[in-house]
């Protein structure tokens, strides 16, 4: 027994460890590990039913969008990679061709805001998976699942507004099959460097029938079933596409909007105005109070020294401001676009600022000394 022992508890060890293995995984910007739940867990707690507004909220596409589905055709889709979308339309919506396939965007998108309605069938269907199934797949990886949820008990992370096998909706949203479903996505693809590493995962919300349903969620990888699979890089573009599960799910109005990237500043337009230093009795002739406008009784700032610094405090902001000189009269602001222009009078002295912020002005005259 005394041999046995060291090795059951190495035993139990390896199967913790590999239980863990299984149920963690590693954030990718922070390293840490953190806890995931089996896939299709039926101990995961079911998202708390809602109820929406009163539907349908069809809401049409804005100017700048490109509309994918008006009522009349199909001819934005595509059978998977190429060929007309078999599935049919009439009455300004279309349908799964239940057997033929899903259908995708000829067009490939990136970062997008999604519009999508959809009506599971009525009469209902099926159970659980088998009912009202079908889902939308952003970049062709990452499916928003479509299902009739309304009374219907299935897997958590497999219901409607689910990023299928990975995050349930916070809330079931659903309305009865045969009414009409909003679903409103914002989705920011996943970024990887040149030698393909990810360096930023995907990024998923989602509202049902106006309720967030996902939070700015993170998939862990694009959709698979049963096991999960790793993030690769498959450019910065991909289609949508919509799953045939063999159920005659309707949709119609659908569109888009392309999101731009936020620019980062150049090097030269970080570029500042260098920065000097001043002797104290040159940044002394500044110091004093200043009126916020030109109200004799207005709320004044205070320009004081300290540690060799000039800094401003405004009464709306008690913590004071850093100033740094640019010339023997201008100061920068540090963090913000500003910049404080001090002027004189004929006889050198200090009789009021110039504070620019942006595209603002504010003129400052000086009341003490
Ligand atoms: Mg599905």
């Known amino acids: 027994m005394p041999s046995f022992a060291p090795r059951l508890v190495v035993a139990c060890l390896v199967a913790v460890c590999g239980v863990f ?55 934005a889709w595509q059978a998977p990679g190429g060929g007309p979308a078999p599935w049919k339309v009439s009455d300004g919506s279309f349908q799964v061709g239940a057997g033929t396939g899903p259908i995708e965007t000829k067009a490939r998108f990136g970062d997008i805001q999604l519009h999508v309605e959809w009506a599971a069938p009525d009469p209902p269907r099926g159970v659980g998976q088998d009912r009202g199934n ?82 700015n969620e993170e998939p862990f990888g694009p959709t698979s079933w049963l096991k999960w699979l790793p993030y690769t890089d498959q450019g910065d573009r991909g289609p949508i596409s919509l799953q045939d599960h063999n159920h005659p799910v309707k949709f119609r109005n659908i569109w888009l909007r392309e999101l731009p990237e936020r620019p980062a500043p150049t090097p030269a337009q970080l570029a500042r105005a260098k920065v000097i230093t001043l002797p104290t009795d040159v940044l002394d002739q500044y110091t004093g109070q200043y009126l916020l406008n030109a109200k004799p009784d207005a709320p004044k700032a205070t320009v004081s020294r300290q540690d060799g610094h000039l800094v401003i405090t405004f009464p709306f902001r008690p913590q004071p401001l850093g100033l740094e000189p640019i010339s023997d009269h201008e100061f920068d602001m540090p963090f913000t676009d500003g910049r404080f222009t001090f002027r004189k009078d004929a006889g050198g002295r200090v009789t009021g600022v110039l504070f620019r912020i942006g595209d603002g002005e504010r003129d400052m005259t000086k009341v003490t000394p």
């Open 21 to 75: 293995a299984c149920l963690a995984a590693e954030d990718v910007r922070s390293g840490a590990t953190v806890p995931r739940w089996r896939q299709h867990d039926i101990r995961r707690p079911k998202p708390p039913v809602v109820e929406p507004s009163e539907g349908p909220i069809a809401v049409k596409p804005p100017q700048d969008a490109v509309v994918l589905f008006d009522g009349s055709n199909l001819d």
């Open 134 to 215: 079908s889902g939308i797949f952003l970049m062709g990886q990452f499916e928003i699942q479509v299902l009739d949820s309304y009374r219907a008990q299935t897997y958590a992370d497999g219901q409607a507004g689910a990023i299928y096998g990975e995050y349930p909706p916070l809330f079931n949203a659903s309305r009865p099959p045969g009414q009409w479903q909003t679903y409103d996505i914002a989705f920011r693809r996943p970024r990887f460097d040149t030698s393909g590493k990810l360096l930023e995962p995907a990024r998923i919300t989602l509202f049902l029938n106006g309720i967030l349903v996902q939070n």
